[in-house]
């Protein structure tokens, strides 16, 4: 595809509901990034995949947040019991190489948790 | 947390007049990027400048970069109603494979 895409757009969940929140990074990209973005606020980074692997996920809040990228392209960013101050946008972004600089994102995840 | 901040929070201006908007940030840095938000989309990336520039044009857009206070700003010149977005800095302490750290952003209104 022409640049990364995210599904679903909007995902509403009630408070204790498992989600999974999918990425499709640009065709080829090595290096793919999760963030959270709260109402307001720029978004801040939660987990790193340089292909398959997962190289930093100090960013993760808790261990509800769950994330993998078993063959290296699409990601899955899982919450598993969902509480309300996990509501955010969820920003996917891929870039390149890891030696590439700019991230290229998609366009998000709304969750909201009731 | 964030790295640092934009200042202002929110800038209103007649279209045709230039932006400008400040950021500032904590900690040194390989490079600094300009990110642009439209209302419910995902970030547009505008402009990178390394370290060891003081300033970049890129269409409308310069950027300057002041290492010694920590600082850059991003002046959009002659802007346009469809300039109307937030505007997000985002340092990256190494090259590449690391995390991108913003700013909490300004809000632009470009009124026409």
């Known amino acids: 595809g022409a640049g990364v895409s995210q599904s679903p757009r909007y995902k509403v969940a009630k408070r204790g509901q498992d989600v999974a929140l999918r990425c499709d990074p640009i065709s080829g990209h090595v290096s793919l990034f999760w963030y959270q973005q709260a109402l307001g606020q720029g978004p801040e980074f939660l987990t790193y995949?340089?292909?398959?692997?997962?190289?930093?996920k100090s960013g993760l809040p808790s261990d509800r947040f769950f994330a993998e990228r078993p063959e290296g392209s699409v990601s899955t960013l899982k919450i598993q019991r969902t509480q309300q101050e996990d509501s955010a946008v969820y920003l996917c972004?891929?870039?390149?190489?890891?030696?590439?600089?700019?991230?290229?994102f998609g366009p998000g995840t709304r969750l909201t948790v009731l | 947390s964030q790295q640092g901040e934009e200042d202002p929070q929110a800038l209103s201006i007649q279209e045709g007049e230039n932006a400008t908007m400040n950021c500032s940030y904590k900690t040194s840095i390989n490079n600094l990027q300009w990110y642009r938000q439209n209302s419910g989309r995902g970030l547009v990336h505008l402009i990178l400048i390394r370290s060891n520039e003081r300033e970049k044009h890129s269409g409308r857009l310069r950027v300057t970069l002041d290492t010694s206070k920590k600082s850059s700003s991003l002046l959009i010149t002659a802007s346009r109603a469809a300039d109307t977005a937030s505007y997000f800095c985002?340092?990256?302490?190494?090259?590449?494979?690391?995390?991108?750290?913003f700013g909490k952003g300004t809000r632009l209104s470009v009124i026409a």
């Open positions: 995949f340089q292909n398959e692997a997962q190289l930093d």
């Open positions: 985002a340092t990256n302490r190494n090259s590449g494979n690391t995390p991108l750290v």
């Open positions: 972004a891929s870039s390149l190489r890891p030696r590439t600089d700019t991230q290229y």
